[in-house]
């Protein structure tokens, strides 16, 4: 592992903005930010001598700051960016798998396979989405996935480079039957927060999400008690009012789940909990593969919401990254065409076949708006949700150099992860190492 790397003339976004700069990672973090003027680094001489320096955009800790040149250029490995355009990783906090992996079947080998699969679409960090199933199968599967991520956390360099399993996101059982989409109905239950503590035993604490349906009885308490835990709530799967969204909401739920995608809609005399979802400010995932949200409605949601409280999120399932076909989704049959996947017993849209990179693209083509505006929804946001913008979600210093590199046409470069490159498309990048 290169515990020093500089990659070169990048395109950064850095706030709001794209800046031209360098960009210099330690140790898995940004450990400096250097613009360019006319394709140099003036400043880099300032920073070099461990000098204070002038603009507010240029920076090294004080610990890079504290190295000599020398040290920096025999040990630096290099990338050329050759203008790429650098954003913050995708985390994806909504997701049944890909490429031909299920989050409610996967095993240890699975788990990897899919996880290069997330990296080569710009996925730095992500949440694995464990559905409604049977409460052993379900512990298993926690269980299983616990372990692929401990190990994460334990390994350095032995490891292959890939995204970060963030935690894990439980969806259901604690559902509503009457808006259960791909959850089986005999499968549901009630709210059970011993059930609840089972679970997170068996996954080592690391369930970091819950959807849950707020009608369901004792979901209020239940939804406190789990927010108490440190356990993020995200309504949905709901036919609830506008009352019983904004108690949830009170109670301490800070996000909903696929916005619009079962969930009542509003009515004129029955706001439902779309409109508790719209006029409060907690958070809202979508799903911006032009299927389950007409573009006007990813526009409108945008305007609506702001765009600091959308979460754009793919809810793919494993025929993701795959051709057409028949696969399942916790066991289910689904059939996908067009990339469209619906349950084969009923017809009723079973998650997506989208990509974060391609909800990226997407968002860019329905709202019209740049990059520097929508990255927050794939990156910043998801990350403040989690509460973990102070380590990951934004180029700053200091942060995990979690990175994506897009070439011209928005072409997916680079993505890294922590560090450590975990995508590479060779033909656009030069990269050499020193010494
Ligand atoms: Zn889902």
Request: hydrophobic fraction near 45%; charged fraction near 20%; include cysteine.
């Amino acid at each position: 592992m290169n515990k020093q790397l500089l990659l070169k003339n990048g395109q950064v976004l850095i706030g709001r903005e794209f800046v031209a700069a360098d960009l210099r990672i330690e140790d898995g973090r940004i450990e400096g930010i250097f613009p360019r003027e006319n394709g140099e680094v003036s400043l880099r001489r300032d920073w070099h001598s461990g000098n204070a320096v002038a603009t507010d955009i240029v920076h090294a800790t004080p610990r890079a700051a504290e190295r000599s040149a020398a040290t920096f250029v025999g040990a630096a490995h290099e990338i050329d960016l050759n203008g790429a355009r650098v954003i913050p990783g995708f985390i994806d906090i909504h997701t049944h798998g890909g490429f031909g992996v299920d989050f409610n079947q996967a095993d240890g080998n699975d788990l990897q396979k899919v996880m290069a699969f997330f990296a080569s679409q710009g996925v730095t960090a992500f949440l694995p989405t464990v559905m409604t199933d049977e409460p052993d199968a379900i512990a298993r599967q926690l269980e299983r996935i616990a372990q692929v991520a401990h190990a994460q956390n334990m390994a350095h360099s032995a490891s292959v480079p890939c995204p970060r399993i963030l935690g894990i996101h439980l969806e259901g059982p604690f559902l509503a039957e009457s808006h259960r989409g791909a959850h089986p109905a005999y499968l549901l239950r009630p709210c059970d927060l011993g059930l609840f503590d089972e679970l997170q035993c068996a996954a080592g604490g690391m369930i970091r999400i819950v959807t849950l349906s707020p009608e369901l009885e004792g979901a209020i308490p239940f939804t406190r008690a789990l927010a108490a835990r440190g356990v993020r709530v995200s309504i949905g799967h709901s036919g609830a009012s506008y009352e019983v969204a904004m108690a949830a909401i009170h109670a301490g739920a800070n996000s909903a789940t696929h916005i619009m995608n079962a969930m009542k809609l509003m009515h004129m005399h029955d706001p439902a909990i779309l409109t508790a979802v719209l006029e409060s400010d907690i958070y809202a995932e979508m799903i911006c593969d032009g299927i389950h949200l007409h573009p006007a409605i990813v526009r409108f949601l945008i305007k609506a919401k702001g765009l600091d409280h959308m979460i754009a999120v793919t809810d793919s399932i494993m025929a993701t990254g795959l051709s057409d076909g028949r696969y399942s989704i916790g066991g289910t049959e689904v059939i996908v065409e067009g990339g469209d996947a619906k349950l084969a017993s009923n017809g009723m849209r079973a998650g997506s076949t989208l990509t974060m990179i391609g909800a990226l693209r997407n968002l860019q083509v329905f709202s019209g708006r740049g990059i520097e505006e929508l990255s927050r929804l794939v990156s910043e946001n998801p990350a403040h949700m989690l509460g973990i913008d102070g380590d990951t979600g934004s180029i700053e210093l200091g942060k995990r150099a979690d990175l994506v590199a897009l070439g011209a046409g928005d072409v997916l470069e680079m993505t890294m992860a922590g560090g450590q490159i975990a995508y590479l498309l060779q033909k656009r990048l030069f990269s050499k190492s020193y010494g």
